[in-house]
């Protein structure tokens, strides 16, 4: 299972891009591709057209609620990582994959690792 963070789904729009070519390999091999709601909240501000969201969600077998695993579990990676502001979304996120059981596919890891100690796994 594979949980895509924003910045995978805005350039899953992309033609040719490597974002949207690993979304057609993930999708054409069987691969189960979700998404966090806060990724998706992010993504839905655009701008982007009705046709561009419809895209993206018929790639996507779930958009994952942000509920009391999810915030349990961001509120411990946020404190982990040094409570730094702008670690906030990105640990909602990273909660979200880990209690899915999924991996993260990112492009950020530079703010994602330091949530790679505490459980989380990217791609």
Known sequence: MICLDTNYLILGLMPGSRESQDLIHW????????????????????????????TIRS???????????????????????????TLRIDAMIAATAIVAGAALATNNHKDFNVFVPHGLKLI
């Open 27 to 54: 999708a054409q091999s069987g691969e189960t591709l979700i998404t966090a709601m806060p990724a998706w909240y992010e993504f839905t501000c655009g701008p982007v057209t009705a046709l561009q969201i419809a």
């Open 59 to 85: 790639f996507l077998h779930a958009l994952i609620a942000f509920d009391e695993p999810q915030a349990s579990e961001a509120a411990q990676l946020f404190n982990a990582a040094g409570r730094k502001r």
